[in-house]
């Protein structure tokens, strides 16, 4: 990428107003707003355009996918990777697990063997969790949280909250009661609490009593896991020093799929200033909205700073295997000790920002939109606002999105980093308020072509594109140089 000389002036001007505007408070019509009004003129929605079609031609050479574990990915890594280092970041490729296969080569074991002795049968009185790690494990079970009897509707919230497992003896088998948070929270959770296997049984309330199969994507405790029907959870929480052999025979197999992560040589590294967007697409199509379009606008931001004296240290991330349950944005936040957690001030996630039949949905970092999952940790609203500002500022229509978990932001609000971001749709109908306030047709999906082979370049409104990528360019150029409106966390 050239970089043409009046850039690079106004960038040089800009820098040498910084010890100014250090010394006061930055106001509006501080350094912030220079930059970012520098940036969202250099970040064009056509630049933008060229790198999804670079990565549309990458799934029409590898088969019509850039899923993970696939070439397609790696490709779409490469191709990621050396545009950052072009451009002088510092750029890491972080390996990540994914499955790659599971195969269970016999039946699960789940034995009383004290006091007494009882067989249940397996896959009926119970079903081993897929992917199951193998495991044969004969121990004492003890109870979390358990809700005995179940309430008249679903309650239970064991094995979900850190408070749960603070009386847990590592080396026994977790009996963890199904509800309220997935059952891969459960199992993370029975893991970090040392437990040698997991029995998950049914709540109890009507239709919800039985066992049956299910995959739940989590392997990473590392033990047996299985799921009971509501009897057989209620007969071991009833038997005081209940102990059982548990056994899962089964052949994991493990992929690896690379996070990008490029940080800038600028800025000051205890406040970094994050941005994410999923690299991998479903294995069904191209992924070119879903999520080449947050790929190509945080890649398009970040190579327009290049050359930006920012104060705070800046981030950006292309996350492995979301579309397989958030794994690469997962991972790296579990990798991160407290302290490189804590110096993350804000991250702003891009997943689908230009949808054939749009919305402009900010991340409500307030919960002003009543939806079902609470407001984003402190720091969330104000993230928030300073969007809105932006498309105020355009004169144009915003609404609220509930941070629901389905996408990278996830394990950042679970660590309580501030978080915020855009997202056009998906799957959703938009309503006739939303047609009347950003055009587009009411009673159809914000994205038809969601997770299929038709979301292609075809399937991109660029309006929505360049508006969302002006956006990012300047939410992130104003938190690069201020983070005063960010509070401290404690
Ligand atoms: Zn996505």
């Known amino acids: 990428m050239r970089v043409s000389p009046r850039k690079v002036i106004a960038a040089l001007v800009a820098a040498i107003a910084l010890p100014l505007a250090f010394t006061t408070p930055v106001q ?39 899923a993970a574990g ?9 191709y990621v990777a050396g545009k950052l280092r072009q451009a002088g970041y510092k ?11 599971w195969v269970e080569n016999s039946a699960p074991v789940l034995n009383l063997t004290a006091p007494g002795a009882k067989t249940y049968v397996p896959n009926d009185d119970f079903f081993t969790f897929q992917p199951s790690p193998a495991g044969d494990v004969t121990a004492q ?5 358990l809700t005995l009897p179940p309430t008249p509707t679903p ?11 603070a009386g847990f003896v590592p080396g026994r088998i977790a009996l963890v009661q199904r509800g309220t948070c997935a059952f891969a929270a459960k199992v993370r959770n029975a893991g970090n609490a ?20 299910l995959d739940i ?7 047996p896991m299985v799921f009971a029907d509501f009897a057989v959870g209620n007969e071991l929480a009833s038997t005081p020093g209940a102990t059982v052999r548990l056994k899962v025979d089964s052949t994991l197999t493990l992929g690896k799929s690379d996070n990008v992560i490029a940080e800038s040589r600028f800025g000051n590294p205890r406040n970094v200033v994050m941005a994410g967007a999923h690299l991998d697409s479903v294995t069904a199509g191209p992924g070119i909205n879903d999520n080449g379009s947050g790929t190509a606008a945080i890649l398009e931001t970040a190579l327009q700073m290049k050359l930006f004296p920012v104060r705070n240290k800046v981030r950006f991330a292309f996350w492995a295997s979301e579309e397989i349950g958030l794994l690469g944005s997962e ?36 919960d002003s939109d009543n939806a079902g999952s609470p407001a984003g940790p402190p720091g969330s609203a104000e993230i928030e606002k300073q969007l809105e500002r932006f498309y105020d500022g355009r004169s144009l229509g915003h609404v609220g999105t509930d941070f629901d978990g389905r996408s990278d932001y996830g394990p950042f609000i679970a660590v309580g980093i501030p978080s915020g971001g855009i997202f056009t749709g998906a799957e959703g109908i938009k309503t006739p308020e939303e047609a009347a306030l950003f055009g587009g047709t009411a009673g159809v999906a914000y994205d038809v072509c969601y997770h299929q082979a038709c979301d292609t370049t075809a399937n991109i409104n660029a309006t929505a594109l360049d508006v969302n990528s002006d956006a990012i360019a300047d939410s992130m150029a104003r938190f690069a140089f201020n983070l005063s409106a960010i509070p401290p966390r404690s």
């Open 28 to 66: 509006a019509g501080g350094v912030d707003d220079a930059f970012a009004k520098i940036l969202v003129k250099q970040v064009k929605g056509s630049n933008v355009q060229k790198h999804l079609n670079a990565l549309q031609a990458i799934a029409n050479a590898n088969g019509g996918t850039r």
């Open 70 to 78: 696939t070439p397609g990915y790696n490709a779409s890594r490469d």
């Open 91 to 101: 750029v890491t490729l972080q390996p990540t697990d994914f499955v790659e296969g």
């Open 141 to 145: 079970v003890q109870g979390v949280d």
């Open 155 to 165: 309650t239970s919230t064991s094995g979900c909250e850190d408070a749960d497992w």
């Open 194 to 213: 040392g437990a040698a296997g997991l029995i998950i049984f049914n709540e109890g309330q009507p239709g919800r009593t039985d066992a049956f199969p």
């Open 217 to 223: 994507g989590e392997w990473r405790a590392g033990i």
């Open 331 to 366: 991972q790296y936040v579990d990798s991160l000790s407290q302290a490189e957690q804590d110096k993350i001030k804000v991250y702003l996630n891009f997943d689908m920002v230009g949808s054939p039949n749009f919305a402009y949905k900010l991340y409500d970092g307030d």
